[in-house]
């Protein structure tokens, strides 16, 4: 035990004493935010030294790293108070009995060395990194730390950030440790390559000219009109632009269907709806398996009804200027949901088992995620120029994936109540404004980047604001 002095006893016995009547009276304050924090504390948190019956746990720096959350040894015996451990790094105490703090979640929190593998596994009675060995590349069958194996081979849109890649087919690294995206095609480059129709005005940056005036009701022909006026181009070559006509598709058959950043023809122009698209819902709604690949319709309103056990929906687009109620919630299950732009999503993936994996949020679009108590909304992709809000408070609650709250937006994050949003990466751009809420024990904030003329507010009393990276004046909370 370490010897106190003089002082440091007069002031501890003054906390034992108020302790007995004030309980958590001598618990360490909770630090407020401050830009120029940047990583993990020092010491995640002041452990704070026990009293005779086990002491209150001290407050973690609001704004480090992981928090601390072991107080010192419990006096099971006597009344002579007994001294908490100092705590150590990544917030972890050393304080206390037995370790029973997870060193780890996932493999991916191990950091790996040249010939071993470490993976994250329960070891007693938490989970720690524990060394396999080096992985053999190209035994047959995948190890732990192999992503494939020699000769594998996978579709490239399958690989990177939702639409990082177009087309194309990637092949197993010699290490196994890793895909070769070599191949890949990417869409935004100017050159049309496999598994694209278009890419940019790569294809048509001559001169044709605007997009006709289209025919039927307000939803196909004036929409359309208005989207293909926007991408209406000529030919390089001098050729004709790319129509609905070209298409096959005899409604609105001289609009000029713009390249969209999936460098493909967007044929919504056309009808309302994409060439192909499983179902087009004209101001209508869909229940269950009758969800696949449907679109709500140019303009319209639509309700998808995805929630219950044993439902789920892929593959579901709200297109140019609609508004859509997406429901997976009570263990329905959801996939590759897309809001187009000028749409208006509101997705409900609340509960145990619900789940809106691989959303887009595209630029333009407005998407309100309701991922409360269990749900996942994991690897969404809010592109620049969407207005995003995120409800993933609860226990089990799991947000992720890409977020960027564009100039002239607000966009809020609630991560309460245990809620974990550590895997959200969330850029604030120059003149937005960014919420992020993140109390109680257990909570998270997304990994915010707040630039310079952004306005970013926390309040992560009790949570974990995941260190966020601030330019002068960007941050206020604690």
Same mark, same amino acid.
């Given at each position: 035990?370490?010897?106190?002095?003089?002082?440091?006893?007069?002031?501890?016995?003054?906390?034992?004493?108020?302790?007995?009547?004030?309980?958590?009276?001598?618990?360490?304050?909770?630090?407020?935010?401050?830009?120029?924090?940047?990583?993990?504390?020092?010491?995640?948190?002041?452990?704070?030294?026990?009293?005779?019956?086990?002491?209150?746990?001290?407050?973690?720096?609001?704004?480090?790293?992981?928090?601390?959350?072991?107080?010192?040894?419990?006096?099971?015996?006597?009344?002579?108070?007994?001294?908490?451990?100092?705590?150590?790094?990544?917030?972890?105490?050393?304080?206390?009995?037995?370790?029973?703090?997870?060193?780890?979640?996932?493999?991916?929190?191990?950091?790996?060395?040249?010939?071993?593998?470490?993976?994250?596994?329960?070891?007693?009675?938490?989970?720690?990194?524990?060394?396999?060995?080096?992985?053999?590349?190209?035994?047959?069958?995948?190890?732990?730390?192999?992503?494939?194996?020699?000769?594998?081979?996978?579709?490239?849109?399958?690989?990177?950030?939702?639409?990082?890649?177009?087309?194309?087919?990637?092949?197993?690294?010699?290490?196994?440790?890793?895909?070769?995206?070599?191949?890949?095609?990417?869409?935004?480059?100017?050159?049309?390559?496999?598994?694209?129709?278009?890419?940019?005005?790569?294809?048509?940056?001559?001169?044709?000219?605007?997009?006709?005036?289209?025919?039927?009701?307000?939803?196909?022909?004036?929409?359309?009109?208005?989207?293909?006026?926007?991408?209406?181009?000529?030919?390089?070559?001098?050729?004709?632009?790319?129509?609905?006509?070209?298409?096959?598709?005899?409604?609105?058959?001289?609009?000029?269907?713009?390249?969209?950043?999936?460098?493909?023809?967007?044929?919504?122009?056309?009808?309302?709806?994409?060439?192909?698209?499983?179902?087009?819902?004209?101001?209508?709604?869909?229940?269950?398996?009758?969800?696949?690949?449907?679109?709500?319709?140019?303009?319209?309103?639509?309700?998808?009804?995805?929630?219950?056990?044993?439902?789920?929906?892929?593959?579901?687009?709200?297109?140019?200027?609609?508004?859509?109620?997406?429901?997976?919630?009570?263990?329905?299950?959801?996939?590759?949901?897309?809001?187009?732009?000028?749409?208006?999503?509101?997705?409900?993936?609340?509960?145990?088992?619900?789940?809106?994996?691989?959303?887009?949020?595209?630029?333009?679009?407005?998407?309100?995620?309701?991922?409360?108590?269990?749900?996942?909304?994991?690897? &969404?992709? +809010? !592109?620049? @120029?969407?207005? *995003?809000? =995120?409800?993933?408070?609860? $226990? /089990? #609650?799991? %947000?992720?994936?890409?977020?960027?709250?564009?100039?002239?937006?607000?966009?809020?994050?609630?991560?309460?109540?245990?809620?974990?949003?550590?895997?959200?990466? &969330?850029? +604030? !751009?120059? @003149?937005?404004? *960014?919420? =992020?809420?993140?109390?109680? $024990? /257990? #909570?998270? %904030?997304?990994?915010?980047?707040?630039?310079?003329?952004?306005?970013?507010?926390?309040?992560?009393?009790?949570?974990?604001?995941?260190?966020?990276?601030?330019?002068?004046?960007?941050?206020? @909370?604690?």
């Amino acid at each position: 035990m370490k010897r106190l002095s003089h002082a440091g006893t007069v002031a501890s016995l003054l906390c034992f004493a108020l302790a007995g009547l004030l309980p958590g009276a001598c618990a360490s304050e909770q630090s407020s935010l401050e830009p120029a924090d940047t990583g993990a504390t020092s010491s995640g948190g002041q452990a704070g030294k026990a009293t005779a019956n086990g002491g209150s746990a001290g407050k973690a720096a609001s704004f480090g790293g992981t928090s601390g959350t072991s107080g010192g040894k419990s006096n099971t015996g006597g009344t002579t108070p007994t001294e908490g451990g100092d705590s150590s790094t990544a917030g972890v105490s050393s304080a206390g009995a037995a370790a029973t703090v997870d060193k780890c979640q996932i493999t991916a929190d191990c950091t790996q060395v040249v010939g071993s593998c470490f993976v994250c596994e329960t070891a007693g009675a938490a989970k720690d990194c524990v060394d396999h060995g080096a992985p053999i590349c190209d035994n047959g069958k995948l190890d732990p730390c192999e992503v494939c194996e020699v000769d594998d081979v996978k579709p490239c849109t399958q690989l990177g950030t939702v639409g990082e890649f177009s087309g194309g087919t990637a092949t197993c690294k010699a290490t196994c440790d890793g895909w070769d995206t070599s191949a890949c095609s990417v869409c935004g480059n100017r050159i049309v390559e496999p598994g694209e129709e278009c890419d940019g005005n790569a294809d048509a940056p001559g001169a044709g000219g605007a997009g006709g005036a289209g025919s039927g009701d307000t939803a196909t022909g004036g929409a359309a009109a208005g989207i293909a006026g926007a991408g209406g181009a000529g030919g390089a070559d001098g050729s004709s632009p790319h129509t609905c006509s070209d298409e096959g598709i005899a409604q609105n058959p001289n609009v000029v269907t713009p390249c969209t950043d999936a460098c493909h023809f967007d044929t919504t122009v056309c009808t309302g709806c994409s060439k192909g698209a499983g179902k087009c819902l004209d101001d209508a709604d869909c229940t269950a398996t009758a969800c696949n690949g449907a679109e709500c319709k140019v303009g319209t309103s639509c309700a998808v009804e995805c929630g219950g056990g044993g439902v789920s929906c892929s593959g579901v687009q709200c297109n140019h200027e609609a508004t859509c109620d997406i429901s997976c919630n009570s263990s329905g299950k959801c996939s590759g949901i897309v809001c187009d732009s000028a749409s208006t999503c509101s997705l409900d993936c609340s509960g145990g088992g619900s789940s809106c994996d691989g959303s887009v949020c595209k630029a333009g679009a407005t998407c309100d995620f309701d991922c409360r108590s269990s749900g996942s909304c994991r690897d &969404v992709n +809010c !592109q620049p @120029g969407a207005d *995003c809000d =995120f409800n993933c408070s609860g $226990g /089990g #609650s799991i %947000c992720s994936g890409k977020a960027t709250c564009g100039a002239g937006k607000s966009c809020d994050f609630e991560c309460d109540t245990s809620g974990n949003c550590a895997g959200l990466l &969330v850029t +604030c !751009q120059a @003149g937005s404004t *960014c919420n =992020f809420s993140c109390t109680s $024990g /257990g #909570s998270v %904030c997304p990994k915010a980047t707040c630039e310079a003329g952004s306005a970013c507010t926390f309040d992560c009393s009790g949570g974990n604001c995941n260190a966020p990276t601030c330019a002068n004046g960007a941050c206020t @909370g604690n």
